[in-house]
């Protein structure tokens, strides 16, 4: 597309030069690693998680012609999915298209840095995969992992001139997840801060919110027509309960190593901050950690819904001068130690309504391998909310108390 702005205009940063050697692996690479480390788990049952029956039942009511959310406000596309592929596949099928759809996330990842002028995508987006709630949530009938399938490629639509595409893909993207939302709108102005891409912008912006509205209108019309769908639980406490409770599960879903990691890379990624205005990886991957962050201070719930702060995480390392292979190696592991085994520093006084943590240093089981063995327990159980999967599932971040 010819520039309309003068030459002056800042464009993005050049590529790095790659590391001596260094070729880095193709997407057939990331889709067969990412294949190895899912198929064990996608027969293991529907998974632990917690609206695993609600979403069955979503699924079974769109089949018969019918719906009403799993939970509020519904994630009517992945509700959609299950309810086309239950029936022929049960959990095998189900699972198996969500680890497709993690595949196609890692891949992106890769693609994407690449797209803003970053080299190593390939390990930055291994970094993504070896994370345990990214592992956990694309093997099971779960719909994190496809709103950030739909968002990873929706920005590679835009970012390729194709803004009708990629607002189809965001649409998909806030239908599989609401909160998705303020992730697409991190991305419009991460890439409109470059005013030659405003018109494009403005383009994916009107095809999308228009798509993501008709995905809830099933759940307005189950709310008798009105908003009453948009209402959530308040886990609102207070400003410190709040603050506690996010700050406890971010570092269970990142894990000790990874932040010691991140504390040596800290000052790298300061100086990211200097590239705002030209490099628009720094601006996404900032935005988007802040306005996950702030979301999660509000409702503190799942460990998963902080996947896409992991995301950006690794997006703010791979436009940081901390993008190098040995680096983003040691990044790959620090990530993947918390599957294996993890620190846990505190014990809460209620895991379901905390209100205080006691001091309890304990090493303990990761999180993948706790959630596998939870899912070969459970796997033979009717999903249900009432299931003690859950429970299994979280005892690394809060004990089996």
Same mark, same amino acid.
């Given at each position: 597309?010819?520039?309309?702005?003068?030459?002056?205009? &800042?464009?993005?940063?050049? $590529?790095?030069?790659?590391?001596?050697?260094?070729?880095?692996?193709?997407?057939?690479?990331?889709?067969?690693?990412? +294949?190895? /480390?899912?198929?064990?788990?996608?027969?293991?049952?529907?998974?632990?998680?917690?609206?695993?029956?609600?979403?069955?039942?979503?699924?079974?009511?769109?089949?018969?012609?019918?719906?009403?959310?799993?939970?509020?406000?519904? /994630?009517?596309?992945?509700?959609?999915?299950?309810?086309?592929?239950?029936?022929?596949?049960?959990?095998?099928?189900? =699972?198996?298209?969500? *680890?497709?759809?993690?595949?196609?996330?890692?891949?992106? /990842?890769?693609?994407?840095?690449?797209?803003?002028?970053?080299?190593?995508?390939?390990?930055?987006?291994?970094?993504?995969?070896?994370?345990?709630?990214?592992?956990?949530?694309?093997?099971?009938?779960?719909?994190?992992?496809?709103?950030?399938?739909?968002?990873?490629?929706?920005?590679?639509? &835009?970012?390729?001139?194709?803004?009708?595409?990629?607002?189809?893909?965001?649409?998909?993207?806030?239908?599989?997840?609401?909160?998705?939302?303020?992730?697409?709108? +991190?991305?419009?102005?991460?890439?409109?801060?470059?005013?030659?891409?405003? @018109?494009?912008? *403005?383009?994916?912006?009107?095809?999308?919110?228009?798509?993501?509205?008709?995905?809830?209108?099933? *759940?307005?019309?189950?709310?008798?027509?009105?908003?009453?769908?948009?209402?959530?639980?308040?886990?609102?406490?207070?400003?410190? =309960?709040?603050?506690?409770?996010?700050?406890?599960?971010?570092? *269970?879903?990142?894990?000790?190593?990874?932040?010691?990691?991140?504390?040596?890379?800290?000052?790298?990624?300061?100086?990211?901050?200097?590239?705002?205005?030209?490099?628009?990886?720094?601006?996404? $991957?900032?935005?988007?950690?802040?306005?996950?962050?702030?979301?999660?201070?509000?409702?503190?719930?799942?460990?998963?819904?902080?996947?896409?702060?992991?995301?950006?995480?690794?997006?703010?390392?791979?436009?940081?001068?901390?993008?190098?292979?040995?680096?983003?190696?040691?990044?790959?592991?620090?990530?993947?130690? =918390?599957?294996?085994?993890?620190?846990?520093?505190?014990?809460?006084?209620?895991?379901?309504?905390?209100?205080? $943590?006691?001091?309890?240093?304990? /090493?303990?089981?990761?999180?993948?391998?706790?959630?596998?063995?939870? @899912?070969?327990?459970?796997?033979?159980?009717?999903?249900?909310?009432?299931?003690?999967?859950?429970?299994?599932?979280?005892?690394?971040?809060?004990?089996?108390?």
């Amino acid at each position: 597309m010819a520039s309309t702005v003068p030459e002056t205009a &800042q464009a993005p940063p050049p $590529a790095p030069a790659p590391t001596a050697g260094a070729a880095g692996l193709s997407d057939r690479a990331l889709v067969a690693v990412t +294949a190895v /480390v899912a198929l064990p788990l996608v027969w293991l049952g529907y998974g632990t998680d917690i609206d695993i029956a609600n979403v069955l039942h979503s699924g079974a009511l769109i089949r018969a012609g019918d719906y009403a959310p799993s939970r509020n406000p519904g /994630v009517p596309v992945v509700e959609a999915i299950v309810g086309v592929l239950d029936p022929v596949g049960g959990h095998l099928l189900v =699972n198996l298209a969500t *680890a497709a759809a993690l595949a196609f996330t890692v891949v992106g /990842v890769a693609r994407l840095v690449r797209a803003w002028g970053h080299a190593n995508g390939d390990l930055v987006a291994l970094a993504f995969l070896a994370s345990p709630v990214a592992i956990m949530s694309g093997t099971q009938t779960a719909d994190f992992v496809w709103a950030l399938a739909f968002l990873v490629w929706g920005a590679l639509a &835009q970012l390729r001139g194709r803004p009708v595409v990629a607002g189809v893909l965001f649409a998909l993207a806030v239908g599989s997840r609401s909160s998705t939302l303020v992730l697409v709108a +991190a991305f419009l102005v991460a890439d409109g801060w470059d005013r030659r891409h405003w @018109r494009r912008g *403005a383009v994916a912006l009107a095809v999308t919110l228009p798509l993501a509205v008709a995905c809830y209108v099933p *759940a307005w019309l189950d709310a008798g027509r009105t908003t009453g769908f948009l209402v959530a639980s308040d886990d609102w406490v207070s400003v410190g =309960n709040n603050l506690g409770r996010a700050a406890v599960k971010n570092l *269970a879903v990142l894990g000790l190593p990874l932040v010691v990691l991140l504390a040596v890379a800290a000052p790298a990624l300061v100086r990211s901050l200097g590239r705002w205005g030209r490099d628009p990886l720094v601006r996404f $991957a900032v935005l988007a950690l802040l306005v996950t962050e702030l979301l999660y201070v509000r409702m503190p719930w799942k460990p998963a819904h902080l996947l896409p702060a992991v995301l950006a995480l690794v997006l703010w390392v791979a436009a940081s001068d901390r993008n190098r292979r040995g680096f983003l190696w040691l990044l790959v592991a620090a990530v993947a130690v =918390n599957g294996l085994v993890t620190f846990r520093p505190l014990t809460s006084d209620n895991p379901d309504a905390s209100r205080r $943590a006691t001091l309890s240093p304990t /090493v303990t089981v990761g999180w993948v391998l706790n959630d596998a063995r939870c @899912r070969a327990r459970y796997m033979h159980d009717p999903p249900r909310q009432a299931s003690g999967a859950w429970s299994c599932t979280l005892a690394p971040m809060r004990g089996t108390g």
